[in-house]
């Protein structure tokens, strides 16, 4: 899969980088895997690349405060959504192809949402 990591703090051209990382794998029970089908670049997003937003992880770093994307698995005790529903991602780290959450992270879409407002729905004014 691919995802952008940052290394070091700065301007986000320069220090992001798209990177192979392994899957992430099955999910465990109270988990949902997803594939990333569109993540916005918003202000927040800037400022955590730069090191100037509020959340500020170790390095390596992955951006993202939103996504949407389509459930591809589904762990034990999951019953909310499943393969094949799309989903926004409560969980940061959405700069990435794929993703594994904890299950009350992954918030059904409702048909017929625009999928580029689906995928700011989370911080962005849908």
């Known amino acids: 899969m691919k995802k952008i990591v940052l290394n070091e703090y700065g301007v986000p051209e320069d220090v992001a980088r798209c990177v192979d990382a392994p899957d992430v794998g099955a999910p465990s029970p109270g988990e949902v895997v997803f594939d990333v089908i569109a ?7 800037i400022g955590f690349c730069r090191g100037n937003y509020r959340i500020r992880p170790p390095l390596p770093a992955t951006p993202g405060a939103e996504c949407v ?12 959504v499943k393969p094949g529903d799309l989903v926004i991602n409560l969980a940061r780290e959405n700069w990435a192809s794929q993703r594994r959450v904890a299950a009350e992270d992954a918030v059904p879409v409702p048909a017929g949402l625009d999928l580029k ?8 004014p849908p």
């Open 39 to 45: 993540f916005p670049l918003n202000p927040a997003d």
């Open 69 to 80: 994307g389509r459930v591809t698995a589904v762990g034990d005790g999951v019953a909310h």
């Open 117 to 124: 407002q689906a995928a700011m729905l989370r911080i962005n």
